[in-house]
């Protein structure tokens, strides 16, 4: 709220729809008045009262700020507290691949080019110590054909300096639901490559039973029409080892992206 009681919110955006939601925040498509663009603007649907609540609110805050730009990183803008609600306005997508899931499964090709692109997202926030921990499908953003990772919602530090709370349990390794917090990085591995595999397949990841667990103990059932290259690396990335999970950077410098990287830069000359 500024000084002179106006919501800085409703005076500086045009609230054009809401575009998503979660458990404790909605996410709306705006328009800036002084710049005449669009942005997300995300706020917390409930007030928070608590110090602890603000804390663990500016998380994601300070996790965006302190990473600055990526290409493949949903960009940060400006973040305030009003009414007791923190709003984060951020860089305006195109709609993430949850959209997908449901109508039809994606090409070998576009898995690459998801898995390539996060990839390097992964390598950049890991490289500056810090672990997202809520990689799927529903967080990897598209915008003009560039895929991008959002919601650092349950940002942490790698060096477990800082409370721990893990995303969705689909896209989560065992070892992290048995709170063993000593690879968080490859945690994020573990759930772009669970991510990848229900893109693939075309339909969600179970919640529960005998294909959940199965999962957790790496164990993917064949992907017909698919490379083996591929499943095997997928294969990889889920192994219930995080020890034996490739680092994002062992990730990009796979033989098989050679042909994702010629992919991206024909596109970026065409």
Not at 40 to 60: C, F, G, I, N, P
Not at 86 to 98: A, K, P, R, T
Not at 148 to 176: H, N
Not at 186 to 200: M, P, Q, R, T
Request: charged letters at 20%; hydrophobic letters at 35%.
């Amino acid at each position: 709220m500024r000084s002179d009681g106006l919501s800085r919110y409703h005076t500086d955006f045009h609230e054009i729809q809401q575009i998503g939601t979660g458990n404790f925040s909605s996410v709306f498509k705006v328009l800036k008045r002084i710049d005449g663009c669009l942005y997300a603007v995300k706020h917390s649907t409930r007030q928070l009262h608590q110090d602890a609540e603000r804390r663990k609110a500016l998380m994601e805050v300070q996790a965006l700020a302190a990473l600055g730009y990526h290409e493949n990183i949903v960009g940060y803008y400006s973040s305030w507290f009003e009414n007791e609600q923190l709003y984060i306005q951020m860089e305006l997508c195109n709609g993430s691949l949850s959209i997908n899931r449901s109508s039809e499964s994606i090409t070998e090709g576009e898995a690459l080019q998801v898995l390539l692109q996060i990839a390097k997202a992964l390598k950049f926030i890991h490289e500056r110590g810090i672990a997202h921990l809520d990689v799927k499908p529903d967080n990897i953003y598209v915008k003009n054909g560039v895929y991008k990772l959002g919601d650092f919602g349950c940002a942490t530090l790698l060096d477990q300096s800082l409370p721990v709370e893990e995303g969705d349990a689909r896209y989560m390794p065992q070892e992290i639901l048995n709170e063993n917090y000593n690879y968080l990085d490859k945690v994020d591995i573990f759930s772009l490559g669970a991510s990848i595999y229900e893109l693939i397949r075309g339909s969600t990841l179970p919640q529960s039973g005998s294909q959940f667990f199965n999962l957790k103990e790496g164990k993917l059932p064949l992907l017909p029409g698919h490379s083996l290259q591929l499943q095997n690396l997928l294969k990889a990335m889920v192994c219930p080892d995080p020890i034996r999970r490739p680092s994002a950077k062992e990730l990009i410098e796979n033989p098989m992206f050679g042909k994702a990287q010629r992919s991206l830069i024909s596109q970026a000359k065409a």
